[in-house]
């Protein structure tokens, strides 16, 4: 299959962008089915922002649950489904072993 440069627009800033052949040619490589929807400036400052996010120190929120297994209440950084039990770290990691 053929790939032509397309041009697209950034979902971010608006700017049209060139999608290149090359670049369609690595994406249907690896199996990637949607094209890109932010223009580079804008992935690189999107990718930034989630790296400094993560070490900035800011806080993780944290659920307050009770162990499925034990009953103690404890803290886990997810948002628990209500069709599945959540475990303290003692019993998650004995079920684990």
């Keep these: 299959m ?3 440069d397309k041009t697209l627009t950034c979902k971010d800033c608006g700017a049209e962008f060139i999608f290149s052949a090359g670049e369609q040619e ?3 490589e690896k199996g990637f089915e949607n094209e890109p929807a932010r223009c580079r ?3 690189s400052a999107k990718k930034q922002s989630r790296e400094s996010g993560e070490r900035s120190g800011a806080p993780r929120e944290m659920f307050t649950v009770v162990c499925a297994e034990c009953g103690v209440e ?3 950084p997810f948002e628990p489904r209500l069709d599945r039990p959540v475990y303290c ?3 998650f990691n004995a079920r684990s072993r």
Excluded: S
């Design 41 to 43: 400036d804008c992935r």
């Design 74 to 76: 404890t803290q886990v």
């Design 26 to 28: 690595f994406y249907a």
């Design 89 to 91: 770290r003692e019993c």
């Design 2 to 4: 053929a790939f032509e």
